[in-house]
């Protein structure tokens, strides 16, 4: 950058200023200056010397150009304003400062999320710009960048609350620009649903386990096919002892759209597990401000989608289970007891509605032994007339949009 500094000068024409794209200017004038007036006047105020435009009239000019310009006048002050110390020394101070500011970067923006999910790793980035360092600084996360000086940062968000992520450029001139900072909201988005099945459902709020008992539940996640097509790696080691059945965890953002799927165990409980000793499911990932919603499905029960939820600082919670209400729409689980609602049994292909389709694919299965099948929906391992029966009391029941496959 290119500036100039007027100490105590005057022009013959004002029309030398004229652009936007003139140099800015610094001035320091005498207001008593009888030799070059900070005013339009003639030297020494003698008419035969052209007139000149002194420090005040340039600078009403600059700002009407919109040039940076800056304008400090001296009352009872004459020419040659450094004869007088302190007068010296503030124009060092001043002009050193005005050039600093001249030379000093433009304000940054800072893109990346501002609400995350807890241990999401979110890349934040500011304009690079040509032989510029930039110095950032973290609150509530931890820099797992392999250079912490560029222009793009990748931070581990690793602690739920409200934090602050700063930057700060330093350009080629050795001159730092201004703390640019934004605040970051890392929610503990774990949600904990609850959900009971009417097939294996024993009373008591508990489900049955006997899939696992007989060792026919699966140790990778079986919702790799149709309709469901989920590409998830989920497996097991070994089955928990308590694990009736697989589900598929949806999270939906406001829109409707899904921003995250999860393979989990259904506990006898009705909790779900998204790893073994841990109730829930864990988001991370970036998250848009406002509310979600969590879709449970399973093999051969009407799927369900919850109210409205928000993300906070501690798990969220909800339980399908308290009432038939929790799951939107209208009449989409079934009284299991007095107070006890669990999902509809008999949408034997998943897809959402229970139709003649279903009852093709019940003769298609029918009296399966000891295998894991869709169909078997009491999950006792077999395929008999009371999954028929529980598909009869529940036909022509049909899912929210949301959870249908085409």
């Not at 000068?9 to 900070?38: K, R, Y």
């Not at 310009?69 to 060092?92: D, F, K």
């Not at 005005?98 to 999910?117: E, T």
Request: charged share 15%; net charge negative; with cysteine.
């Amino acid at each position: 950058a290119k500036a100039l500094i007027n100490f105590w000068g005057a022009i013959a024409d004002l029309d030398f200023i004229n652009s936007p794209n003139d140099q800015p200017m610094i001035s320091f004038h005498g207001l008593n200056d009888d030799l070059v007036s900070p005013y339009s006047a003639n030297p020494f105020n003698y008419p035969f010397f052209p007139v000149l435009h002194g420090s005040v009239p340039m600078h009403d000019l600059l700002d009407q150009n919109g040039v940076v310009n800056e304008l400090n006048v001296y009352p009872g002050e004459g020419h040659e304003l450094w004869t007088n110390s302190s007068i010296a020394e503030e124009m060092q101070v001043k002009t050193a400062a005005f050039l600093y500011d001249l030379k000093k970067p433009a304000p940054l923006n800072i893109v990346g999320p501002n609400s995350v999910c807890q241990d999401y790793v979110a890349t934040y980035t500011v304009e690079d710009r040509a032989g510029s360092y930039y110095c950032w600084q973290v609150s509530g996360g931890q820099i797992v960048s392999t250079a912490a000086d560029q222009n793009s940062i990748s931070i581990a968000w690793d602690t739920p609350g409200n934090y602050s992520l700063s930057v700060r450029e330093v350009n080629c001139n050795v001159v730092e620009g201004d703390l640019v900072s934004i605040n970051v909201d890392v929610a503990t988005c774990r949600v904990e649903p609850r959900v009971l099945l009417e097939g294996p459902y024993v009373g008591s709020g508990l489900m049955n386990t006997t899939l696992n008992a007989g060792g026919l539940l699966p140790g990778t996640q079986p919702f790799n096919t149709a309709p469901w097509n989920y590409t998830g790696t989920e497996s097991l080691a070994s089955i928990p002892i308590d694990m009736t059945d697989w589900v598929l965890v949806e999270i939906l953002d406001g829109n409707g759209n899904v921003i995250f799927t999860e393979a989990a165990m259904l506990y006898k409980d009705g909790r779900i597990y998204g790893r073994v000793g841990q109730a829930g499911i864990e988001i991370r990932q970036a998250l848009q401000p406002g509310t979600f919603q969590v879709v449970v499905k399973t093999r051969g029960h009407l799927a369900v989608l919850s109210n409205p939820l928000t993300f906070g600082i501690s798990p969220t919670v909800y339980d399908f289970s308290t009432a038939s209400t929790q799951a939107q729409g209208s009449n989409q689980q079934i009284a299991l007891s007095a107070g006890v609602f669990g999902l509809k049994a008999g949408d034997f292909d998943s897809n959402g509605l229970m139709s003649y389709d279903d009852f093709n694919r019940y003769l298609s299965t029918a009296s399966s032994i000891l295998q894991y099948k869709d169909v078997d929906v009491n999950l006792d391992g077999h395929v008999t007339v009371a999954d028929y029966n529980l598909y009869k009391k529940n036909y022509s029941s049909i899912g929210v949009p949301e959870i249908q496959y085409p």
